[in-house]
């Protein structure tokens, strides 16, 4: 039987003891210290679950799935997710949770350290859910059951009511059915066995089942918080915007039911499977775009602007049968001047959906077309292009940043101020020398930009000719982009492989189109 208990707080670094106490244990703990040449390697990411699983008696899987369902193991450098949600394990600091401060407390690890550092913050993560665990009463005997955590994991997610919890809570446990391979961000093996697991819901069992979206039947109903979104429209809907959520799909649809998030999206669509969570009604307003509000629609995609794993075929094609939808039931014209990026709204200031967004994938898939079609892409030699430029290959860089969700305005074929500006964005963006020019390793990131993946001798299809663009203008010497990966463009990359200091085996793997999407 359950019962009550209080958290358990746990102390790791005796750096963090209060000073009077370390004074009183010195000696002990001078004698136990080990010796600086026995000094223990840092831990890695793959050791920081197992660790933390064990210090705080939280099964190790439900540690590891609760923190890739939130970041796929990636701690993005200490910066927040839209909700204030920190590292790998999600920390949060926002008006209605906080873990990020609880963690610290739990224990004795400084808020800045959680926040930065992601050994700490798994250990961060392991103290809250073993603390919600305790408030759940669990036993010693049902901590070492994972079907028993079922309700520490729905409070971890911290939605404020009982049916976003369940759906957070199954996301999880979906997610050890399934089981992990994931490399975490130290390069380590992070991994779950497959394992079916029938949870005990315990006080979730009765939480009543989502709704189907009231404007696209395919989609479950969780609206947000009414201080979120205004009823009704001062236009009517004649774009679709596309986001990316910057965090988790459970975690935007709670912070969109936050009264104080002063955000919301009409739709979140989840990366694994494509499943889509309408959360504000068409007819009504939802502030996602500033400018762009009140005649459009707003589509989040779980994920990150820098990590295009996020961006999954599932994702792609469930979010395109999506914006068809809406495109038909409002009369939009499904072409890349009313299908637009958040970064492509007058008056914002955000980048996503980012460089790594497949727009030629997503287009074709929506059914639509760019803007004015597809213009020439392929040419012989690729010019350097600045301020007062003109022509064909103008356009191509035009069409090229746009495409990538950097505004360059109109493909005109002008090198205007608001050409120069996205260019200096994109390089930016690359790690590029910020000239405001068109030359050789800006043209080959901007060609080679998209989906990667590994083709070699025998490949053939839109990849490959990007590769080839690409190959034209770093080599400087032409490479015929002709789709087809022949003995021609085979040597190429060697050649550039080469002369990138890369492995010279002639297939096109993460590493050569690394290079290549960062202009080397």
Not at 475 to 493: E, H, I, K, M
Request: avoid cysteine; glycine fraction near 10%; aromatic fraction near 8%.
């Amino acid at each position: 039987m359950r019962h009550s208990t209080a958290p358990v707080r746990h102390i790791r670094h005796v750096r963090h003891l209060p000073a009077v106490l370390v004074a009183v244990l010195g000696l002990t703990v001078t004698a136990l210290a080990p010796t600086a040449q026995a000094r223990p390697a840092p831990p890695t990411v793959a050791g920081a679950f197992s660790e933390a699983a064990a210090e705080f008696g939280v099964p190790r899987d439900v540690l590891v799935a609760v923190g890739y369902g939130e970041s796929r193991l990636d701690g993005h450098d200490g910066q927040p997710s839209q909700a204030r949600g920190y590292g790998v394990m999600h920390l949060v600091d926002n008006p209605r949770q906080h873990t990020l401060r609880e963690a610290s407390d739990l224990t004795g690890i400084p808020v800045a350290e959680l926040r930065r550092d992601t050994v700490a913050n798994i250990h961060g993560g392991a103290a809250v859910l073993r603390a919600r665990a305790d408030e759940a009463g669990l036993t010693a005997g049902e901590r070492a059951r994972p079907a028993e955590w079922y309700e520490a994991v729905a409070r971890y997610g911290g939605a404020a009511d009982t049916r976003t919890a369940r759906f957070y809570a199954d996301g999880v446990y979906d997610l050890l059915a399934q089981g992990v391979t994931a490399r975490a961000e130290d390069g380590t093996a992070v991994t779950v066995a497959p394992r079916a697991v029938a949870p005990d819901r315990g006080s979730y069992a009765d939480a009543a089942p989502l709704a189907a979206g009231p404007d696209y039947p395919a989609a479950l109903w969780v609206p947000a918080s009414t201080a979120n979104y205004s009823v009704g429209r001062t236009s009517s809907v004649t774009a679709v915007v596309i986001h990316v959520t910057q965090g988790s799909y459970a975690g935007a649809i709670s912070w969109f039911q936050n009264p104080e998030a002063e955000v919301s999206a009409h739709y979140v669509v989840r990366s694994s499977d494509g499943q889509v969570t309408q959360t504000v009604r068409e007819k009504d307003t939802a502030w996602h775009a500033r400018s762009g509000n009140p005649y459009s629609v707003g589509i989040e995609h779980e994920g990150y602007v820098d990590q295009p794993s996020w961006f999954t075929d599932a994702m792609y094609r469930s979010s395109a049968a999506l914006t068809r939808s809406i495109a038909d039931r409002h009369g939009i014209p499904k072409d890349r001047a009313h299908i637009v990026g958040h970064v492509e709204v007058p008056g914002n200031d955000h980048t996503d959906p980012g460089p790594y967004w497949d727009w030629n994938r997503y287009m074709e898939l929506v059914g639509g077309s760019t803007d004015g079609g597809t213009p020439q892409l392929t040419f012989a030699s690729y010019s350097t292009l600045r301020t007062g430029s003109t022509g064909a290959q103008v356009s191509a860089a035009q069409w090229l940043l746009n495409s990538q969700g950097f505004d360059a305005g109109a493909v005109d074929g002008e090198f205007g101020p608001g050409t120069a500006s996205a260019v200096r964005s994109f390089q930016s963006a690359r790690g590029l020398s910020v000239d405001g020019a068109v030359g050789a390793r800006t043209w080959t990131g901007l060609l080679s930009a998209g989906s990667r993946p590994v083709i070699q001798q025998g490949s053939s299809g839109e990849a490959v000719q990007r590769l080839q663009r690409a190959l034209t203008a770093a080599l400087a010497r032409t490479v015929s982009a002709d789709g087809v990966f022949g003995p021609g463009t085979a040597q190429a990359v060697r050649d550039y492989q080469s002369s990138r200091g890369l492995s010279a085996d002639g297939v096109v793997g993460p590493a050569t189109w690394s290079a290549l999407q960062t202009g080397r």
